[in-house]
C-alpha cells in the first residue's frame, strides 16, 4: 500500500498543470482503501517473448518473421515531458515490466481487470519484426519491414459485462516512436508519435497542449462481442470502437527513399465505429 501510495503521490505531482485545468480532485484514503481493498487476485508480471514467424494461410498465405516483444529499453521516450524525468523513464530494460493486474468479479457477475503499474513510471514496451510477405503457390510479395515500435501504457481497464455479454476494453496509450518501411510501396515512415489529444497541438475542445505523463496516451474505448452482421443474417465477431482521440505525427515520410516531408494530424478524433469481423 505504501508503494502505490507513492505511486499515486509521484503521478499527481507529474500532471499537476493538467490536474489544475481539469479540476481533478485528489482521492482520500477511505475512498482509495474502497478502491484498492476489494476482494480478488492481485498479479504482478514481467516477461518478454519472441516468435520466429506468424503464419496464416488461406490459399495462399500471411507472414510476420522475427517478432519480438518487451520492454523498450530506452530511457529517451516522450522527450517533451521533461518533469520527473528519471522518475518516469530513468530505468527500463527489454522486459515489459513494472505491471499489476487486479482481477475482480463483481456481485453481479461482471469480471473487471486493471492493468497499472507498480512504481510511478508508465508500463513501457516496444515492438519488432522482420519482413511482412504475401507468399503464393509461385510468387511472393514483401508487404513491409523494419517495424520497429515503442511506446507506453498509462491506463489499461477490461469488463465483461454479464448483461450485455459485452467487452469493454479503455485504455490509454502512447507510441514515442514508429519506424516502418512498406517495401512494396516504395515508402517510408520515421518517427511517427501517436500521443493524447492534449498532447501536441491545440489541445482538445480548447484546452491547452500539455506533454505530461497524464496527456501522453491516446485514450481507445471500444468493446467486442457477439453480434450479427451488417449485411445480412448470421453471427460476427462485433468490434464497436466508441471513441479513438489522439495527436498524430511523423517526422518523415519517405517516397523513394527521398524525404518529402512530415504530418501532423491535432485531435484525430474517430467515434461510433462499427465493424463486423466473419469467414466467407
Do not use: C
Amino acid at each position: 500500500m505504501n508503494s502505490l501510495k507513492k505511486s499515486a503521490l509521484v503521478l499527481a505531482i507529474a500532471g499537476l498543470p493538467f490536474a489544475a485545468q481539469a479540476d481533478l480532485k485528489p482521492i482520500d484514503d477511505v475512498h482509495m482503501g474502497n478502491i484498492t481493498g476489494q476482494a480478488g487476485v492481485t498479479i504482478e508480471l514481467e516477461t518478454k517473448l519472441s516468435i520466429d514467424e506468424f503464419l496464416y494461410t488461406d490459399e495462399g498465405s500471411f507472414s510476420i518473421k522475427d517478432i519480438k516483444i518487451g520492454g523498450a529499453n530506452r530511457t529517451d521516450l516522450f522527450e517533451e515531458i521533461t518533469d520527473f524525468r528519471d522518475a518516469l523513464f530513468g530505468q527500463t530494460s527489454d522486459l515489459i515490466d513494472n505491471i499489476k493486474i487486479d482481477i475482480d468479479v463483481a456481485a453481479d457477475g461482471d469480471a473487471i481487470i486493471n492493468i497499472f503499474p507498480l512504481t510511478a513510471a508508465p508500463i513501457d514496451f516496444g515492438v519488432s519484426t522482420g519482413e511482412w510477405s504475401l507468399q503464393g503457390a509461385t510468387d511472393s510479395t514483401l508487404l513491409a519491414s523494419n517495424f520497429n515500435m515503442v511506446g507506453a501504457f498509462t491506463k489499461v481497464g477490461i469488463t465483461v459485462d454479464t448483461a450485455t455479454d459485452k467487452l469493454n476494453l479503455n485504455t490509454q496509450v502512447g507510441i514515442s516512436d514508429l519506424d516502418v518501411d512498406v517495401d512494396f510501396l516504395a515508402l517510408g515512415i520515421r518517427d511517427l508519435k501517436l500521443t493524447g489529444a492534449n498532447y501536441m497541438g491545440a489541445g482538445l475542445n480548447g484546452a491547452t497542449a500539455n506533454p505530461g505523463v497524464l496527456t501522453l496516451g491516446a485514450t481507445i474505448d471500444m468493446d467486442v462481442y457477439k453480434g450479427t452482421r451488417l449485411g445480412g443474417s448470421g453471427d460476427a465477431l462485433a468490434i464497436d470502437l466508441n471513441t479513438f482521440a489522439a495527436d498524430l505525427s511523423i517526422g518523415e515520410v519517405l517516397v523513394g527513399g527521398a524525404n518529402i516531408g512530415s504530418v501532423m494530424m491535432d485531435n484525430l478524433v474517430v467515434q461510433d465505429t462499427t465493424m463486423r469481423i466473419y469467414g466467407h
